[in-house]
């Protein structure tokens, strides 16, 4: 059995419900073989949960990625880029290694609703990163950003973001408004591929408990395009992943509740021995 391997080029949480360690225990179970190049290292108070980010020197990062690209890989995605030298640093390899099943998750650290706390990093990614990605997977506050325009609250306004961010260069846009839209009775998220919207729902879950859930969602899409599935496939696939993550996600303290990466097999366990039950 060959196992395909994957880079994910992301900050690391500590907490182990996002960055790096979400993209790890995703790819595990959806059964490739990944490894980091770790931009940053997130930290929190203990006593409020407040995040401090240590950022790794950029020499130490273009080793990490020369590491894992010595070993090859057949897919990649990014995370938490942090400043435009990175960003800068990962359309160069995309560029260099011809990689092309690469998926940006334009992770944006932000303020409130209405700030970003760092609009250059924006602005590098419509750019450099962009027209470099097979599929970019922004929520909505981050497709507002992409996009130029205000978070969008509707399937119609995520559709206007998704036709703006895909003429910037990415070749399929997944806008992932999930429970955020509160005017849907499902969980909704929007595909669009230049000519064609897709939405896939699900069931929405009353929880609190979806922390790491963005990076687990691209993490499933890259594991999968990785395996040779096409793009519609592997959102497919993400799609029912981080579904059952939401659902089974659990109360870590009194602060946070991440998703349960294992939840997905877990299903798909009970339903083949009910299967090979009848």
């Avoid at 929520?139 to 205000?150: C, I, P, Y």
């Avoid at 793009?231 to 009194?254: H, M, P, S, W």
Wanted: charged share 25%; aromatic share 6%; hydrophobic share 40%.
């Amino acid at each position: 059995m060959t196992i395909k391997k994957v880079m994910t080029i992301a900050g690391s949480d500590t907490s182990g419900g996002a960055g790096i360690q979400a993209d790890l225990k995703t790819f595990q179970e959806l059964g490739v073989y990944g490894m980091t190049a770790l931009t940053t290292i997130v930290t929190m108070d203990p006593h409020d949960w407040r995040h401090s980010v240590f950022p790794i020197a950029i020499e130490t990062l273009k080793t990490q990625i020369d590491t894992i690209l010595s070993v090859g890989i057949d897919a990649m995605k990014t995370g938490m880029l942090g400043t435009v030298e990175i960003i800068e640093l990962a359309a160069k390899v995309i560029d260099e290694n011809k990689l092309d099943r690469v998926v940006i998750d334009p992770v944006m650290v932000c303020k409130g609703e209405d700030e970003a706390l760092h609009p250059e990093t924006t602005d590098a990614m419509r750019e450099l990163l962009l027209p470099r990605a097979l599929v970019v997977t922004p929520n909505l506050f981050e497709a507002g950003q992409l996009a130029g325009t205000k978070t969008p609250h509707t399937v119609e306004e995520m559709k206007a973001a998704a036709v703006k961010i895909h003429e910037q260069g990415a070749k399929f846009v997944l806008i992932k408004g999930g429970s955020k839209l509160h005017s849907e009775e499902k969980a909704v998220d929007l595909l669009y591929d230049g000519q064609e919207f897709k939405l896939y729902e699900s069931e929405k879950f009353e929880t609190t408990y979806t922390h790491g859930a963005g990076c687990t969602y691209s993490s499933a899409i890259t594991a999968e395009l990785a395996k040779g599935k096409s793009v519609y496939e592997a959102v497919d696939v993400a799609k029912a992943f981080i579904t059952a993550a939401i659902q089974q996600g659990f109360r870590l303290n009194e602060f946070v509740g991440p998703t349960w990466h294992g939840a997905y097999r877990g299903a798909e366990a009970v339903t083949e021995y009910c299967e090979d039950c009848e």
